[in-house]
């Protein structure tokens, strides 16, 4: 049987830009489930729970996109990375 390391995994790299994005996103979900005035309170006969979900399914993935293609700027030599 093959022997395992034992010792720290390495960590996983991550732009501050990627967490804080993943954070802001984690909190903004938490909020959605632990605020029961979302729950209760309707516009347009949607609770906003179902509003804030919506605009989360749709803001995040948005936001996503335009991080990319911000982040993926042509090379000052002309050369695209790979």
């Not at 960590?11 to 959605?32: H, K």
């Amino acid at each position: 049987m093959a022997e395992q390391q034992s010792g720290p995994r390495p960590r996983i790299a991550m732009q501050r830009g990627d967490a804080i994005f993943l954070a802001t996103f984690l909190l903004l979900s938490a909020v959605g489930f632990l605020v029961p005035a979302l729950r209760e309170e309707r516009f347009a006969g949607v609770a906003l729970f179902g509003w804030w979900m919506a605009g989360l399914m749709v803001l995040v993935p948005l936001v996503a996109v335009v991080r990319s293609l911000r982040e993926r700027r042509p090379r000052p030599d002309g050369e695209d990375e790979a």
